[in-house]
C-alpha cells in the first residue's frame, strides 16, 4: 500500500497492533503510526453474510476511535453484494439530494462517486459539510480498480481542526460560512437534478425548510444562499471536528486559468459556486492555503483494490480524489441524516 502522512502533529492515539479475531476478520492499522484506517481482512473464507455480524463489531468498537475502516478481502464482487453489505450495517439509505456534484444513481442508494474528469483532483472534505443536514456514514467500493492514481486519500478530521491554527479556528468558527450557488447555465450541475425534481416550487419549500435563501434570476435559472457551520461537535465522541467546505467552494480552489475564464463570462456573484463569511464578507484567501496545507500534511492514501469497502463516519474522517488513468469504478452509499443541533 502506497500512504502518505502528515509531520506537522501527532496522531491519534488508534489501534495498537492487531486485534483479536472477531467471526473470521481481524483488524489491524494501515499505518505503523496508527492513523485511519484501520484495515479489516478475513481470517477464514466464508460467504459474505456470515461476515456481517463481525464487521458490525469492528464498526461499533473502532469507529469512533480511527475513524475509518476498510474492509479488503471480502467477497464483495457486485453493487448488489455492496448494497447487501452497507444493509447490515444500517437501515437509514440515504438518497444523494441537495448535491453539489454530478453523480449518477446505479442502484436504489447507490451512486457513482463524482463524475469529474480523470485528471481533475477532488480536495479533501466531509460529504455535504456545505449544508446543515448530513449523512454520518458513507461507505465506498471500489469496482474496479484504476491502473495508476485514482485513490481516495483521507483525513482526521479531528487533527484537522487541531493543525488549523487557532486564530484561523476561531475566526471561522463565529462568522460561520456562506455558501453561494449558482445552478445550471451549462457550469455547474442543474438544480433540476441538484433537486430531484422538475417542480420550482419543490425547491423552494425545500429551501425553506432548510433555511435556504433562494432567488429565481432573470434567466429563469437559481442562484441559492446557505449559512452552515465551520466547525462542528461530533454527537457520539463529543470532539471538535473541522467540518464545512470552504477551501472547496471558494474561487481560489479554481485552477487560475479555469478561474480567469470563467470570470470572464459570468460575475463573481455568478460563479457556479463560491464561498464567504456567514455574513457575506469575503474569506481570505490565505487563510484558505493554510487549510489547504493542513489537509495536504494529515493525508493517508493507499491504493484501491478490487472489491475494497471503505467505510467512514462522516464527521470523523474527511475524503477526496486523485487524479487517475484507465477505468475507475469507484461506488458510494450514505446513511444516518443528521441536522446541524443549534450553534455549532
Known sequence: MN?????????????????????????????????????VTPTVDR?????????????NTLLPSCGGLLFRGLPVRSVHDFESFVSAFTTSLVSYEFGSTPRSQ????????????????IPLHNEQAYTREWPMKIWFYCGHAPVEGGY????????????????????????????VRNYGNGLDVPWQKVFNTQDPAVVEQFCRDNN??????????????????????????????????????????????V?????????????????????????EADLLDEIRDVYRSLAVQFAWQQGDVMMLDNMLAAHGRTPFTGRRQILVAMAEPRGAQGPC
Not at 106 to 121: G, I, L, W
Open 212 to 257: 435556504i435563501h433562494y432567488e429565481w434570476k432573470e434567466d429563469g435559472e437559481l442562484r441559492t444562499r446557505q449559512v452552515a457551520q465551520a466547525v462542528a461537535t461530533h454527537p457520539r465522541t463529543g470532539e471538535r471536528v473541522w467540518f464545512n467546505q470552504a477551501h472547496l467552494f471558494h474561487v481560489s480552489n479554481l485552477d487560475p486559468a
Open 3 to 39: 500512504h502518505e502522512r502528515g509531520m506537522s502533529c501527532a496522531p491519534l492515539a488508534g489501534v495498537n497492533g492487531s486485534l483479536q479475531e472477531q467471526g473470521g476478520l481481524t483488524a489491524e492499522p494501515l499505518t505503523a503510526d496508527g492513523r485511519l484506517p484501520c484495515v
Open 259 to 283: 478561474r480567469e475564464a470563467l470570470l470572464a463570462v459570468v460575475s463573481e456573484e455568478d460563479l457556479p459556486r463560491n464561498a464567504c463569511y456567514g455574513d457575506g464578507s469575503p474569506i
Open 152 to 179: 481516495t486519500p483521507i483525513a482526521d478530521s479531528r487533527e484537522v481542526y487541531r493543525c488549523i491554527p487557532a486564530r484561523i479556528r476561531e475566526r471561522f468558527a463565529e462568522k460561520q460560512i456562506m455558501y
Open 106 to 121: 446505479v442502484q436504489r442508494h447507490v451512486y457513482t462517486s463524482t463524475e469529474y474528469p480523470p485528471h481533475q483532483h
Open 47 to 59: 460467504r459474505l453474510d456470515e461476515y456481517f455480524e463481525a464487521a458490525r463489531y469492528y464498526a
